[in-house]
């Protein structure tokens, strides 16, 4: 949809980075710490990770928009 | 004083709005409804980030998170930080269709790119029965707050004047007007959440030792809450961008590389709900359990701060309100005048619009005074409807040959599936109601392709 705008086709390492590693964060990862009972000041772990991947989310999204 | 500066905050609202209409060279409906497709990336992160961070945020999260647990507080984030990756691949293409149709509203991409008026027609049906409760869950998080600030005497007068407020901002810029609200509720509400949870963590932490502390902390989740968590996280996630509470807003870009480039710094303003998370901890840690939770985070608030600060963050609430409140029904009265009645806008289509943002407003107002309790369900339900119109996104982004009755089918078949089980309360495997309806929407849209391929 937004990929190689040269050819038309996908540029699919730009998908990995911009959707799929933000996607394993979100998803399986996250998923596995919510089971966890560790806390930092307080906060569930699974909350913390969540607040790391604000940043970390914007900036797999300016290495795809670099790549672009 | 509460009162007195929020009505400035407000006041200053409608001066941004007017400052709006001044910059405007001409008013035309194209101004109304996507701001001539002409703002650029900082613009529409502001006018994006302007609506999709309601009332909500600083109500719903902090009371879901403080009675529901982590796996609430995972579902909400997860979803909203997935769904702008999501947005970066395809914000720019669902732009580039809006373009290519010359389309101001969802339904008119879906009725040019099918080539039916009938199937225009009956999309923008569905799209505003999911629109009107988003519409009115504002004027009841208005009305909470409103309560909250001390002015539960005379509700009806308060939410009169809200629809009122909300339709000055329509009238007197649309789109652009409501960028520069915007701007000036993302300041406040920023403002207002970072000072509680920073109030928050120096009491939590500073050992004040003014609060009694209880050994209660966030709810640990069952797996069935993870199974739910996940499903909504994956459902909402991918289909937020083809909401028609959402799409519309794409339209307004300058450009697509605005969208991509107004995606990428998406994420970084949910930077403010580590505070929230914070001043919920202090809640559930050191205040007695609280009777209304939707007041959680303004309860920390008044026991942390400074009256004139509690009440920058109400107003930072009630400019929300008003702006999810103004462009809602600029998107439902566009929907009604130029897919459903276009007769009745020929003309004058300006004032068409404006006589479909008040029937709105006034009806949701009526709506809400008399029977909030219903509105709830409603809302629940056009949550699992609004994303059902993703399969025809694919559809149309994908450029496949689906029949429009063959995608209208998938629709309603993937709405139905989703409030059937939502009304049953049928639980498979604690998996969202409205993804189980997305599987079975796409399965009806997409098999024959499938099965066409095969035999040929």
Excluded at chain 2, 157 to 170: N, R, S
Excluded at chain 2, 368 to 388: D, E, F, K, R
Aim: contains cysteine; proline residues 6%.
């Amino acid at each position: 949809m937004n990929g190689d705008r040269q050819s038309g086709r996908p540029d699919w390492r730009r998908v990995a980075l911009g959707l799929g590693v933000p996607f394993v964060a979100i998803v399986p990862v996250a998923a596995f710490l919510g089971f966890l009972s560790w806390t930092i000041m307080g906060i569930p772990v699974i909350l913390i990770w969540m607040f790391a991947w604000f940043p970390l989310t914007s900036l797999c999204l300016w290495l795809c928009e670099q790549r672009s | 004083m509460m009162a007195g500066i929020v009505a400035c905050v407000v006041l200053l609202s409608l001066g941004a709005a007017c400052l709006a209409r001044s910059r405007s060279q001409h008013l035309s409906v194209e101004t109304l409804l996507v701001a001539d497709r002409a703002l650029p990336a900082p613009m529409l992160f502001i006018l994006t980030v302007g609506e999709i961070y309601s009332i909500g945020s600083i109500v719903a999260f902090p009371a879901g998170l403080y009675t529901h647990g982590i796996s609430y507080g995972y579902w909400f984030l997860g979803y909203l930080l997935l769904a702008f990756p999501v947005g970066y691949f395809v914000g720019p293409a669902i732009w580039e269709r809006a373009r290519r149709y010359d389309a101001c509203t969802v339904p008119e991409v879906f009725g040019r790119y099918f080539g039916s008026v009938v199937f225009e027609r009956l999309t923008a049906w569905g799209c505003i029965a999911a629109l009107v409760p988003w519409g009115q869950f504002q004027f009841i998080g208005l009305r909470a707050t409103l309560g909250m600030m001390g002015l539960p005497g005379a509700p009806a007068a308060g939410l009169a004047a809200c629809a009122v407020i909300a339709f000055a901002y329509v009238a007197l810029g649309g789109m652009r007007a409501s960028t520069y609200v915007a701007f000036l509720k993302d300041s406040l509400m920023l403002f207002g959440i970072a000072a509680v949870g920073v109030a928050a963590i120096c009491a939590q932490y500073g050992g004040t030792g003014t609060y009694v502390a209880h050994p209660v902390v966030f709810r640990q989740p069952a797996v069935t809450d993870m199974v739910f968590a996940v499903s909504t996280i994956v459902y909402q996630g991918v289909g937020f961008y083809f909401q028609p509470s959402v799409t519309p807003y794409l339209f307004t870009a300058r450009s697509a590389q605005a969208v991509r480039r107004a995606m990428v710094f998406m994420p970084l303003y949910m930077l403010m709900y580590p505070f929230a998370v914070f001043a919920t901890y202090f809640a559930i840690r050191s205040l007695p359990p609280l009777r209304d939770v939707n007041g959680v985070f303004f309860h920390v608030a008044g026991m942390l701060l400074p009256p004139w600060v509690v009440a920058l963050v109400m107003a930072g609430a009630v400019l929300a309100g008003l702006l999810v409140l103004a462009a809602t029904s600029l998107n439902i009265a566009a929907m009604m005048t130029r897919s459903i009645m276009p007769r009745l806008a020929h003309g004058h289509p300006r004032r068409a619009i404006n006589l479909g943002v008040i029937l709105f407003l006034v009806l949701a107002l009526v709506a809400t005074t008399h029977a909030p309790g219903i509105m709830l369900t409603a809302l629940n339900v056009s949550g699992y409807v609004g994303i059902q119109f993703a399969s025809l996104w694919f559809v149309v982004l994908l450029d496949r040959p689906v029949p429009a009755r063959v995608a209208g089918g998938g629709v309603v078949c993937g709405a139905v599936t989703a409030i059937a089980l939502f009304a049953s309360g049928l639980s498979v495997g604690g998996i969202n109601p409205g993804f189980m309806g997305l599987l079975v929407n796409c399965a009806v849209v997409f098999c024959p392709l499938w099965r066409r391929k095969r035999v040929t």
